[in-house]
């Protein structure tokens, strides 16, 4: 069962523009994650967040986490192709545990 | 640069066959994962480890996989017999909690995985 569902699934833009993806649940968790994940490469972290309705900013990537806990959005401005990549969210449910829900994934294509 | 390190890369091994997987986390790491991604199941947690001892291993099909740390500078997951179903990219990382007891996960730094194919 797929608790973490990501949409789209596929994405590709052109550079420049603006793209959100989302990650949807209905389990409440304690922290959410984001991760970006290249070809041949393992996930690498890009954001936590804990509390609900928090926002954080990483450069051009806006990551904002639901006031219910449940979902979270990713947004890019002026995607650039170093963007490209597969994003994948990943849910804790309970401070403390180390185990990670991790969500279907959005692969994403900047089109130079 | 310190990274994860995990071999081999590849590996394409016969059903019934033993398969072991090998992983050295960053050095002062003193937690370890395991995972597993498929196209189909995704990104999935084998099992983990901290100060070598094992503190989940619910992920993992005990009949078949064994996850050991037999020093701080090597984890091993093994997989005997292997079965075609086994075929996926496994991937170790490992991180160093902040010391908050009940708050977010380890931040994790991943190896560039393994992809084993069982033929």
């Known amino acids: 069962t797929q608790l973490l569902e990501q949409s789209p699934q596929f994405l590709s833009i052109q550079e420049g523009e603006n793209l959100t993806v989302y990650c949807n649940s209905s389990?409440?968790?304690?922290?959410l994650q984001w991760y970006r994940q290249e070809p041949g490469e393992g996930p690498v972290l890009l954001v936590t967040v804990v509390t609900g309705g928090e926002v954080k900013k990483l450069k051009r990537l806006t990551f904002q986490f639901g006031d219910a806990r449940k979902d979270s959005s990713l947004h890019i401005t002026a995607a650039q192709p170093g963007d490209t990549g597969l994003y994948l969210c990943a849910g804790q449910f309970r401070f403390g545990n180390e185990k990670l829900t991790f969500g279907t994934g959005t692969r994403l294509t900047i089109i130079p | 640069d310190a990274r994860v390190t995990q071999t081999p890369r590849h590996k394409v091994t016969e059903m019934g066959q033993e398969v072991t997987m090998r992983c050295q986390p960053i050095l002062g790491h003193n937690t370890v994962f395991w995972y597993r991604q498929t196209m189909m199941q995704g990104l999935e947690l084998l099992a983990y480890f901290r100060n070598r001892a094992p503190l989940d291993d619910s992920g993992m099909p005990k009949d078949r996989f064994s996850a050991e740390m037999p020093d701080a500078t090597l984890a091993t997951l093994k997989i005997q017999p292997s079965e075609p179903r086994d075929s996926a990219v496994y991937f170790c990382a490992s991180g160093l909690p902040t010391g908050q007891v009940q708050g977010p996960p380890t931040e994790a730094f991943f190896g560039q995985g393994t992809r084993l194919t069982v033929v």
């Open positions: 389990s409440v968790f304690s922290s």
